[in-house]
């Protein structure tokens, strides 16, 4: 099983529901957990990671801070519609470091994923760092 950072997979990040200049979506990709991006104080919140071709995706590892609950959709057309469940997950609260979770996808084929933060342990979330493992 190799792990690889999302850009280096060639994959960015093309919607996301809050954005603040110090800490834009594009950090979630960059495979630096010292950068993050960070909600805006309300639930639900997303965004939608895009690959540059179909990728099959046996787990995702996601670094975070302050997320309670994430769910994960997918799809495998060209456009960021007509999302499917795959998963949802409760994440433990931490105290002080990340939050680190592997959430098996069940070797699921993929071009778009959304992560969507339901519910958070304060006001605000990060996110930073998304990888895949294949």
């Known amino acids: 099983m190799i792990e690889s950072s999302l850009a280096s997979l060639g994959a960015k990040v093309v919607v996301a529901s809050s954005s603040d200049e110090n800490h834009p979506p594009e950090n979630i990709t960059d495979g630096n957990t010292n950068t993050?991006?960070?909600?805006?104080?309300?639930?639900?919140?997303?965004?939608?990671?895009?690959?540059?071709?179909?990728?099959?995706?046996?787990?995702?590892?996601?670094?975070?801070?302050?997320?309670?609950?994430?769910?994960?959709?997918?799809?495998?057309?060209?456009?960021?519609?007509q999302f499917e469940s795959v998963t949802e997950k409760e994440f433990q609260q931490t105290e002080g470091h990340l939050q680190s979770n592997a959430i098996s996808l069940k070797g699921s084929g993929a071009t778009h994923l959304r992560l969507i933060i339901t519910s958070g342990y304060d006001h605000f979330a990060s996110v930073h760092r998304v990888s895949v493992q294949n």
Not at 41 to 60: H, K, L, N, W, Y
């Open 36 to 81: 993050f991006w960070m909600s805006t104080g309300m639930f639900p919140q997303e965004f939608i990671i895009r690959f540059a071709e179909p990728t099959d995706i046996s787990a995702v590892t996601v670094d975070s801070y302050n997320v309670k609950h994430l769910k994960i959709e997918k799809n495998t057309s060209q456009n960021a519609s």
